[in-house]
């Protein structure tokens, strides 16, 4: 069959499936019965960009284990892999724009090698006009996939390699949950751990609830398992992943076992560290501060994004909390969890923000004393609510805003690494730092970079630290142990 006649894979994606939330049950995939086409890629290699959250970054270890099961290796050098994939992310345009910036780069490497295969997957191809385009303006792409399909890349390859066809499948579903892929991960000592995948959300600016189906739990003796595996063979530290983990379980029929269930099991659980990611202000409620103020395991460190400080703009959100609400929230933790540190995301220039709901933002940052925050100008993305709303504010006020905002959040960074000085604090250590590789560097409880100088014996281990010196980024400090 001719190159580009992909009739047996042309699956293009739909927002308008993407949003409908049917009340089917979530199906328990196996990956093994998926898996038959071993030795595809013996002596072959490959490379994968990966764009976006942690969520990508959990899926593209899943893609480097399939891939090595199907005898790639991973190459070194980007010009040098037979295969390219680039994993997506489209939560704003200027991510998107990137990555087609990167696919104009990469026409150059199939110009020179034309058996390079080329490939995009990720959160990008489930919108319907980023296929388009990529239709139009891309033929080099030979495989197009998406976040529910991962688990059929080896069939996809075996096409694009024995058939010489071009792939593109998207599914715009709920989606399904697939066990047991195999894994490559980043990291020997930190892993992630999904304990949900999906949003039901629906927050009027995000393009999450359409690229990643809906909200469906994993069983909870699959995540106790693979945590039990990842203690076997000696990881430190856990991070669960999931948009909302304080909802992680809503959706398991005939199971009352919630968040706070699973972080109760963990903190039994013989791994130093677990850390959990993205808090939803609306889900957490005392009962789970207090769990966390239990300690030992349960990291002091909350990323609980706001968004806004204005509960008009929080309510034309769709937040479902309110300024009040999340103050409390903080109260709590910091009630609770004295040693706390939050961080937060925070967005500005939502459409029709004005000037005064802009400074309730403010305000609630001083409120909280965040020591960190990942703050974002908004970027309308089409196929969500807030896209059609008027927009009067200008891009340089945005700008403007981004820029008070990030001053006020920096201070933050800073009394948040002072407090710590003259203080011994745990240091997970990830190995040398990237500009002196005399000096360590790993991260405190409170998820504080420290540098100091050790050898490579210290390398994924716990170790205390005395804090010296104390900067915006990072800490400096002694080992005394
Ligand atoms: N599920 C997490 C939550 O609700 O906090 C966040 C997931 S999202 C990948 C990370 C952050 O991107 C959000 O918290 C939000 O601040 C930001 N974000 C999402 N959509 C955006 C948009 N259209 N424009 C600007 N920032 C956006
Ligand atoms: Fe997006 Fe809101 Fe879901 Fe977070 S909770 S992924 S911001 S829709």
């Not at 751990?193 to 809906?214: A, Q, S």
């Not at 405190?444 to 970079?449: A, F, G, S, V, W």
């Amino acid at each position: 069959m001719a190159k580009n006649d992909y009739s047996k894979y042309f699956t293009k994606p739909s927002i308008r499936d993407a949003r409908k939330r049917k009340s089917k049950d979530t199906e328990i995939l196996d990956f093994n019965n998926y898996f038959n086409v071993k030795g595809l890629g013996k002596n072959r290699t490959f490379k994968i960009e990966t764009y976006g959250c942690q969520a990508n970054e959990a899926d593209t270890e899943k893609i480097k284990g399939i891939l090595t099961e199907l005898g790639f290796s991973e190459s070194a050098i980007l010009e040098e892999a037979d295969l390219i994939l680039l994993n997506t992310c489209a939560i704003r345009e200027n991510a998107e724009n990137r990555v087609f910036g990167e696919l104009g780069r990469l026409k150059q490497y199939k110009r020179n090698n034309p058996d390079l295969i080329l490939g995009i997957c990720g959160c990008m191809p489930q919108e319907e006009k980023v296929v388009n385009r990529i239709l139009q303006k891309f033929p080099q792409v030979d495989i197009v996939f998406g976040t529910h399909n991962l688990f059929k890349l080896p069939e996809y390859l075996e096409t694009v390699i024995l058939s010489k066809e071009r792939v593109i499948e998207v599914f715009s579903e709920e989606g399904n949950i697939v066990e047991n892929m195999p894994r490559i991960r980043d990291n020997s000592k930190k892993a992630w751990v999904n304990i949900m995948y999906g949003c039901d959300e629906f927050c009027t600016y995000c393009i999450v609830p359409y690229t990643r189906g809906k909200e469906r739990s994993r069983l909870p003796e699959h995540i106790l398992k693979e945590v039990q595996e990842l203690i076997k063979e000696g990881y430190q530290e856990v991070t669960l992943l999931g948009q909302n983990v304080n909802s992680y379980g809503n959706d398991l029929k005939n199971l009352d076992y919630r968040f706070k269930d699973l972080l109760n099991d963990l903190y039994e659980m013989d791994i130093p560290r677990v850390r959990f990611t993205t808090s939803h202000p609306k889900d957490f409620d005392e009962e789970t501060v207090k769990i966390i103020a239990k300690g030992g395991n349960l990291m002091p460190y909350i990323h609980l994004p706001v968004q806004s400080g204005s509960n008009v703009i929080l309510k034309r959100m769709n937040r479902k909390y309110t300024k009040e609400q999340y103050i409390q929230l903080v109260d709590w933790i910091y009630e609770y969890i004295p040693s706390a540190s939050i961080t937060t995301d925070i967005i500005v220039g939502f459409p029709g923000e004005t000037r005064e709901q802009f400074e309730e933002t403010l305000d609630l940052v001083r409120k909280c004393e965040y020591e960190g925050a990942y703050t974002f100008v908004y970027s309308p993305r089409e196929g969500t609510p807030a896209a059609t709303y008027e927009d009067n504010v200008s891009m340089e006020e945005k700008k403007q805003r981004l820029y008070e905002l990030n001053e006020l959040i920096n201070d933050g960074y800073l009394k948040g690494t002072k407090r710590f000085e003259g203080k011994t604090v745990k240091v997970l250590v990830d190995g040398f730092s990237k500009n002196n590789d005399e000096i360590l560097a790993g991260y405190t409880e409170n998820n504080k970079l420290v540098n100091f100088t050790g050898d490579s014996s210290l390398i994924g281990k716990i170790v205390t630290v005395k804090v010296v010196e104390s900067k915006t980024w990072f800490m400096l400090g002694e080992q005394i142990d």
